[in-house]
């Protein structure tokens, strides 16, 4: 029963990714569709090419690469601890699959 449960937990999850990818996809196409034409009022005129600018990128500050690494590393050990917490949490709510064995009494074991 509890297979069938987390199959569709997976199923609604997949499918909320689905919609999510959907509606970004078809936002995005009905944006590019929005530039107006250019040579004026949907006429075919000439059209005259812009002036070509030249962009000039300049670096300013930035990180460190200690601190990436630093932040790598922090978010390395917050995710396998909470691993582990989660992990835990699922064993000390499972039940055993058969009853432990009883030892058997004047076998001298």
Do not use: C, D, N, Y
Request: proline residues 8%; aromatic residues 2%.
């Amino acid at each position: 029963m509890s297979t069938i449960k987390s199959l569709s937990r997976l199923g609604a999850v997949l499918v909320s990714l689905a919609i999510i990818a959907v509606g970004l996809a078809s936002s995005a196409s009905a944006s590019t569709s929005m530039f107006p034409e250019p040579g004026g009022e949907g006429g075919t005129g000439p059209v005259t090419p812009a002036p070509v600018t030249e962009v000039h990128t300049v670096v300013v500050g930035g990180m460190p690469g200690w601190q990436i690494a630093l932040i790598a590393v922090a978010a390395a050990l917050v995710t396998a601890i909470a691993a582990v917490l989660v992990e835990r949490g699922r064993t000390a709510r499972r039940r055993p699959v058969r009853p432990l064995a009883q030892p058997i009494s004047g076998t001298g074991l």
